[in-house]
């Protein structure tokens, strides 16, 4: 599939490229002294593909006439001229499509050249401030003065009395707290029991 497709494509770039092969143009060609014959490429012997600096030939064989020696094939006049004489025609025909060129570029850089002084106007104009009309040459009432009225303090809320902060309790000496702990002790400490058991008494 690939390569039928390369094909085609190849075939249709040699079409494109290639001069049509016509057998009306041979009774002209041997009319003005010249040869039918096949080429191996388009450009023939065509006077435009000689005095061409950069002629487009692709490889093709085509059938067409050969002119000889210091003569070409005229395309437009369907037969064989002196190459001098083309010469003329071609220096003629080039210097016209060279001043059509030039005029296009003019055309080119002055419309160029307009649109950016219509792109400057326009940012310029932008970037300008309104200015005031001025009517009957009398100019507009000046503005007062602004005065600049004082600032009145901001009062701060009042702010609610601090509770006051009792300092720690002071911690007695070590020795202190022994001692009543040893007074707590003694105080807690059950009465010692003498170890006989109590008889109660006959009444």
Known sequence: MRKNFLLIFI???????????????????????GAWREFGNSCIDEC???LDSYPICTDITVSACECGKSRCWDDE???????????????????????????????RQEASEENQQE?????VSTNKPEEKKVTNNVAPPATPPVVEQPKEEVKKPAQP???IVSSPPQ??????????????????KPAPSLGLPIIPLPQ
Do not use: H
Request: hydrophobic share 30%.
């Open 119 to 123: 792109i400057l106007s326009n940012v």
């Open 161 to 163: 009395p601090s509770a």
């Open 171 to 188: 911690i007695p000496p070590l020795f202190l707290q022994r001692e009543k702990a040893k007074q707590e002790s003694e105080e807690n």
């Open 11 to 33: 075939l249709f770039f040699c079409s494109a490229f290639s001069r049509p092969t016509t057998f009306d143009d041979r009774k002209n060609c041997e009319e003005t002294n």
């Open 77 to 107: 006049k369907k037969s064989c001229v002196a190459l001098s004489d083309y010469k003329k025609i071609f220096t003629v025909k080039k210097d016209e499509e060279k001043k059509l060129a030039e005029e296009s570029k003019k055309k």
């Open 48 to 50: 435009e593909a000689k």
